[in-house]
């Protein structure tokens, strides 16, 4: 059993550091009751227990990293337990009172709260988001950097999904208005969670169909249509836009 221990907010977790490779590992749980207001979850045939960090004094080992950081640490399966424990902290926060009573709120498994008084249940909120690999031809790629990238990595354009909305509209609209190039032929690549809370990215391809680049709503800085043989920096990690870079990179989408 993992141990999942969040810092304040749910926005970081503690990662034991391993020597015998590039990735690092969670802590594991001790074989001890579990501590009040901790929890179970089962992902990947593994039991994780989530719970705040509160005064525990540090372990040995380890260290803490921002949730968003700790897919370039991890392998992807301890990766996506950290995410959905995050996730479920959240929700205890964000849900301590029903929002159509307001009567207290109390857990009932790790996947829902339930109102104490008109017993509403409450789940945990995903916002999807499309993230978009665009071709141009054979051989070029749109990658883009955001006002928001941390690093001077170049990813895929993206953006959240509206009501009332496709999934393929949605990616022709963030397309359109933030590089103010027009798509044709989208096609669905994979998904993947995302700790901003809640988000699912869905990934598409599409060719371009015309259209000035131009970054119109200030989201994007900088950009263009890149060939495999002249790429700038690129996310690192397990990242759904670096996998479906690489997955261009070997002719497969």
């Known amino acids: 059993m993992f141990d999942l221990i969040y810092g304040p907010g749910a926005r970081t977790v503690l990662l ?16 001890a009751a579990l501590p009040p207001a901790a929890f179970l979850f089962e992902s990947s045939g593994l039991t994780f227990r989530v719970r705040s960090a509160g005064d525990d004094a540090p372990l040995r080992d380890c260290y803490s ?23 479920l902290l959240q929700l205890d926060a964000a849900h301590r009172f ?20 008109c017993g509403k249940e409450l789940f945990p909120q995903v916002s999807p988001c499309v993230i978009v690999l665009v071709k141009r031809g054979d051989d070029e790629a749109l990658l883009v950097h955001a006002r928001n990238f941390r690093t001077r990595s170049f990813g895929l354009v993206a953006g959240y999904v509206e009501t009332g909305e496709t999934l393929e509209e949605c990616v022709a609209r963030e397309i359109q208005e933030e590089t103010s190039l027009r798509v044709r032929n989208i096609r669905y690549i994979g998904s993947q969670p995302w700790p901003n809370p809640g988000n699912l990215m869905v990934g598409f391809t599409a060719e371009y169909a ?30 759904i836009a670096r996998k479906m870079v690489n997955l261009w990179l070997e002719r497969k989408i």
């Open 210 to 239: 015309g259209g000035e680049l131009r970054f119109a709503d200030g989201e994007l800085t900088e950009g263009g249509f890149f060939s495999r043989h002249n790429l700038p920096s690129l996310p690192t990690g397990s990242s």
């Open 16 to 31: 034991r550091r391993r020597v015998a490779d590039d990735l690092d590992s969670l802590p594991l749980a001790p074989d």
């Open 65 to 87: 990293i921002s949730v968003r950081e700790a897919f370039s640490r991890l392998p992807e399966h301890l990766y996506r337990a950290v995410v959905k424990g995050s996730e």
């Open 98 to 117: 029903c929002g159509f009573c307001g009567a207290p709120a109390v857990r009932r498994g790790p996947l829902m709260r339930v109102c104490s008084r």
